[in-house]
């Protein structure tokens, strides 16, 4: 729930102060959009949030609001992570007396007239419509600076905040979806793991029968030592045992879904998905036994999906 406190605004110096609760996973994409009216004056914000490695801020201010960008700045850095992030506003005046004043520079027009003129006869040129042609020149028309009152900026600051509230809310929406694929992803890999360990029997005795077939096939019966068979069959076997592999991986799973249910961070998911695929490679490398490949390829695929995801989480 998103509190705002206004003090009056006094020169430069503005105080707003927020109160978010962070607590549930955001994406990094998100749109939020406000609108209000107070004070002469008509404000929409619009914010727009992408994908970014840090906290990137485009606050696009009309120039008689530039004092207000570092409030702004400082508002989006203390509820915003990461992302790429545009703020954007619409200012209109809803009464004659707040519309900004238009100033003519008239000596700067009379001066474009008489060198115009001069310069049109030097050329024996037509000067025609020179009217319409100086009031198009550089500094003849202008706006002048307009000034808001502090009731005018608190309107401003106050819509800004209720559109990064909407931005935020918006990012929880797309989280609980990105939070549903990690999850149903996570159990997955958990599945495929259970069936590696289902095919290590096979795989023990599938090897033994194929190092006992070569023997006899090369070797004559009656010299087969079969003690020093079985033993060059475990070690063999211990060779490509995956008992570290399998429970390493059990750990970074349980601290992948023990974050998921905290406050995750996508950059701490990202460093705990790399981790699960030094495991799942050196697992794959280490089978040697078809369905236990097939399922770590599984698992594999999963963890890119995780990885996916991973990248668009704050």
């Not at 004070?39 to 914010?47: D, T």
């Not at 998905?273 to 390829?297: C, D, I, L, Y």
Request: aromatic share 6%.
């Amino acid at each position: 729930m998103l509190k705002i406190y206004c003090l009056p605004y006094h020169c430069a110096t503005w105080c707003i102060f927020a109160s978010l609760e962070n607590t549930a996973i955001q994406s990094m994409t998100g749109f939020g959009r406000s609108e209000s009216t107070d004070a002469g004056i008509k404000v929409v914000c619009e914010i727009k949030a992408l994908n970014g490695r840090y906290l990137d801020l485009d606050i696009r201010l009309p120039r008689f609001l530039y004092e207000l960008d570092a409030a702004l700045r400082k508002l989006l850095q203390e509820k915003l992570e990461r992302g790429s992030v545009t703020m954007m506003f619409n200012i209109e005046f809803t009464g004659d007396e707040n519309a900004p004043d238009i100033s003519i520079n008239h000596p700067m027009a009379k001066t474009y007239l008489d060198k115009l003129s001069h310069l049109s006869q030097s050329l024996n040129l037509d000067f025609r419509d020179p009217f319409n042609q100086i009031i198009r020149m550089p500094e003849v028309v202008g706006s002048a600076e307009k000034t808001l009152s502090a009731q005018a900026k608190n309107c401003i600051l106050q819509t800004a905040a209720q559109a990064l509230k909407k931005l935020i809310e918006f990012r929880k929406q797309e989280g609980k979806s990105i939070l549903k694929k990690l999850t149903d992803a996570s159990a997955e890999i958990r599945k495929q793991l259970t069936v590696v360990e289902s095919e290590e029997e096979p795989r023990r005795q599938n090897l033994r029968n194929k190092i006992n077939n070569s023997v006899v096939e090369h070797v004559r019966d009656n010299i087969v030592d079969p003690n020093r068979l079985e033993q060059e069959i475990l070690l063999y076997v211990e060779k490509w045992d995956i008992a570290e592999e399998k429970q390493r991986l059990r750990q970074h799973l349980d601290y992948f879904d023990e974050c998921l249910k905290k406050e995750p961070l996508g950059r701490k998911l990202n460093f705990i998905s790399q981790e699960m695929g030094r495991e799942m490679n050196t697992m794959g490398v280490k089978s040697n036994h078809f369905p236990m490949q097939q399922a770590v390829v599984l698992m594999k695929e999963k963890l890119e999906q995780i990885k996916e995801q991973v990248l668009n989480i704050v």
